[in-house]
């Protein structure tokens, strides 16, 4: 059975603006929080706005795409939550412990959306840039068509999302209990780390999963449905 492609994928997001997010999701707030206290502000108050002002960035770039999805929502509830969290008073332990509770939140997200949500956080996050590269490898349709089509192409990104929601959830734990036991001006600069070593982790083992899935070959028994007779009896028998 052939198909084909009839919807445009959706733009890959540049590797320049995937570095400039980087910096100012990750990185900023760390610098930030460490300037701020070099000038002799108090912990709160350097916590306080080194979470703001990047949210605040945050903001602007989502009202720049002017286009509102899964994902868009999803970064909308996450702002709107951190600057929740950022207005109550409490104490430093309290405003360095937020980055815990707030990914325990994604975490809940991603594992809410598997049975919830029109289509899984991690086929959201992940089709920008794989979608372009397995249609190199020869993979038939674009994703939308997969996903009607293919119950195991489903259920791959649902495990993946499972994965991402558990891993995020043993984040968010440790999060916490580096908050409320670490010394205070250490917590920020184990944060952007310890987002790294979850990232690489997570990603290391999806792709582990993508690859014995067939995910990745266009020639594998997931997509078989796709492939016409002629290209099915070949890849049987090859």
Same mark, same amino acid.
């Given at each position: 059975m052939t198909t084909t492609r009839t919807t445009a994928a959706p733009p890959q997001q540049s590797g $320049?603006? +995937? %570095?400039?997010? %980087? @910096? +100012?999701?990750l990185i900023l707030p760390v610098v930030l929080y460490? @300037?701020? $206290?070099s000038t002799g502000m108090g912990i709160y108050a350097s916590l306080l706005i080194s979470a703001a002002?990047?949210?605040?960035i945050a903001i602007v770039r989502l009202i720049r795409t002017r286009h509102i999805d899964g994902l868009a929502v999803y970064a909308v509830t996450v702002m709107v939550l951190g600057a929740i969290v950022s207005l109550i008073a409490g104490s430093p332990r309290f405003m360095l412990a937020r980055e815990g509770?707030?990914?325990g939140f994604t975490g809940l997200w991603f594992l809410i959306s598997v049975g919830f949500g029109r289509r899984p956080l991690a086929f959201l996050y992940s089709r920008p840039f794989l979608e372009g590269r397995l249609t190199r490898r020869g993979v038939p349709g674009d994703w939308d068509q997969l996903w009607t089509q293919l119950p195991g192409f489903r259920r791959i990104w649902r495990i993946a999302t499972v994965m991402w929601g558990i891993g995020l959830l043993g984040?968010? @734990?440790l999060r916490v209990l580096m908050a409320y036991t670490l010394p205070v001006d250490t917590v920020p600069a184990l944060s952007t780390p310890l987002y790294t070593v979850t990232s690489v982790v997570l990603l290391f083992a999806t792709n582990i999963y993508y690859r014995f899935a067939g995910l990745f070959d266009g $020639?594998?028994? %997931?997509y078989a449905s796709f492939r016409d007779p002629g290209e099915q009896s070949a890849a049987d028998h090859g």
């Open positions: $320049r603006q +995937t %570095l400039i997010n %980087l @910096v +100012t999701d460490y @300037v701020l $206290r002002i990047p949210a605040a509770w707030l990914t984040d968010a @734990v $020639r594998s028994a %997931l």
